[in-house]
């Protein structure tokens, strides 16, 4: 649980960051950029898982990565920063479909504890941001992020069964090792979609703050965000990790509140924030503990 808290934290800047910096280059561009940026930073550890388990990683990393950041970058086009956190409380009920999928796996993932759970962290994500009434673009920002979200959850329900369920000790080097191979599937589709759409790199638009905060976005939020969250996904439960996929949002409008000045609605906040912890409370009770 630990790693997907620290991935959360690290996420949780990235909202405003993009919103602040990034938004008048094209989006498959810095989604090209920051996933090579996390590619090159893992690129030491891709030994070691060659043949058809690299192409299945790389194939995850593409989907959950590549497709999911292309379309997630260009709802920033339509959408708040705020608005886009909004967009994603929908994940955790993506993640108990695709888990519920496999054989036999629906009775066990579609407990009442695991839907009380996921229902609450959806309802507390959603107090901490609605706002009433709609305007042109928002319909459009809203479809690219539910399919972002369907991308982000396949993927992480796809690598926790490739990679290893719960129980074990963390390998770190292994989890390392596979997620290089993810992100460079990631950064071939978002190259391609760049090509396929014919994208005029604006190099003259980067300067120094979108130099770091591409930086940013690589090495930490990427880099190291996917692959404490990766690594958490296969040491969990489907439901904790559900659960867990809501907490950034909070973190996000905390951030945005305080850091980026965004107007947020500061008792909605505390509601919603302590109904996403109530729903982590709720399904950490009920969690398996892993094997030693």
């Not at 997907?4 to 996420?11: E, F, H, I, Y």
């Not at 990393?61 to 994603?88: D, I, K, R, S, W």
């Given at each position: 649980?630990?790693?997907?808290?620290?991935?959360?934290?690290?996420?949780s800047l990235s909202f405003g960051i993009i919103k602040e910096q990034l938004t008048e280059l094209p989006s498959d561009q810095v989604a090209f950029l920051r996933l090579a940026i996390a590619t090159v930073g893992f690129a030491p550890f891709m030994r070691g898982a060659l043949g058809k388990r690299a192409g299945l990683l790389m194939g995850i990393?593409?989907?959950?990565?590549?497709?999911?950041?292309?379309?997630?970058?260009?709802?920033?086009?339509?959408?708040?920063?705020?608005?886009?956190?909004?967009?994603?409380i929908f994940t955790p009920v993506w993640v108990l479909v695709f888990d519920g999928l496999s054989p036999g796996a629906l009775r066990r993932t579609w407990t009442a504890r695991n839907l009380v759970a996921v229902a609450a962290a959806v309802v507390g994500a959603g107090i901490v941001l609605y706002r009433a009434g709609e305007r042109p673009g928002l319909g459009?920002?809203?479809?690219?992020m539910q399919v972002a979200n369907i991308c982000f959850a396949l993927g992480q329900v796809t690598y926790r069964r490739l990679v290893g369920g719960t129980g074990g000790r963390p390998r770190i080097r292994e989890d390392a090792g596979s997620m290089a191979w993810a992100y460079l599937g990631g950064?071939?589709?978002?190259?391609?979609?760049?090509?396929?759409?014919?994208?005029?790199?604006?190099?003259q638009s980067v300067g120094l703050p979108q130099v770091a905060a591409l930086g940013y976005l690589g090495l930490i939020a990427s880099g190291l965000g996917f692959f404490f969250w990766n690594a958490g996904a296969r040491r969990v439960g489907v439901g904790l990790l559900a659960t867990m996929n809501n907490l950034k949002v909070p973190l996000a409008v905390?951030?945005?509140?305080?850091?980026?000045?965004?107007?947020?609605h500061s008792s909605r906040l505390l509601i919603g924030a302590g109904l996403v912890l109530a729903a982590l409370v709720l399904?950490?009770?009920?969690?398996?503990?892993?094997?030693?």
């Open positions: 649980m630990l790693f997907l808290l620290a991935a959360s934290l690290l996420w990393g593409a989907v959950q990565f590549g497709a999911m950041y292309l379309l997630y970058l260009e709802a920033y086009q339509y959408l708040a920063a705020y608005e886009v956190a909004l967009f994603t459009t920002g809203f479809v690219l950064t071939l589709v978002a190259a391609v979609a760049g090509l396929l759409s014919e994208t005029d790199w604006q190099w905390a951030v945005s509140l305080f850091l980026f000045g965004e107007e947020v399904q950490r009770g009920g969690e398996p503990r892993a094997s030693k």
